[in-house]
């Protein structure tokens, strides 16, 4: 659970500083309007309060050519491009917390008894019971050590026949 909240805290944390990084100023704006993008133009008009600095950044969007649907769609989608990147990272830390701490789940793991050898009792060629050791997915004889610890039942090939 705490590295839930460590995860949630990251991601607000890099949503505000990329959210951050994306504005300008008016000493930027002043200076060098070229070389403010268009969506810090857009989220720095979103976001001041100060109405001469408003009246600036939307001066600069007309000359750009754009219009506050544009910026208001450009906000969305990069909102959006955010969002899906932390809830990437979010699940990219949740598979690396369970790899490391084995939370199961994901896929099917084979039960162990379909695996190794098995005893089987079974009629020889001169009719009489036998009992050797095979292996449990090819059926297939194989050394008595294989065996070794194993009880002596026939539950698993309860027919009398050798295959």
Do not use: H
Request: with cysteine.
């Amino acid at each position: 659970m705490r590295m839930g909240r460590r995860t949630a805290v990251s991601a607000a944390v890099a949503l505000a500083f990329v959210s951050a990084s994306c504005t300008t100023s008016q000493q930027a704006l002043t200076k060098n309007p070229n070389a403010v993008s268009a969506s810090a133009l857009c989220r720095t008009l979103a976001s001041t309060k100060d109405g001469k600095f408003q009246q600036d950044l939307y001066a600069e969007l007309v000359r750009r050519s754009m219009t506050i649907d544009q910026c208001t769609d450009m906000i969305r989608k990069q909102n959006q491009a955010i969002a899906a990147g932390i809830a990437i990272a979010a699940i990219g830390a949740a598979v690396a917390v369970c790899s490391n701490n084995d939370c199961g789940g994901g896929g099917y793991a084979r039960p162990n008894y379909y695996e190794g050898a098995d005893w089987d009792e079974f009629y020889d060629p001169y009719p009489q019971l036998v009992w050797a050791c095979r292996n449990i997915a090819t059926g297939q004889f194989v050394d008595y050590s294989n065996c070794y610890g194993k009880a002596q039942t026939d539950w698993r090939w309860p027919a009398k026949y050798a295959y």
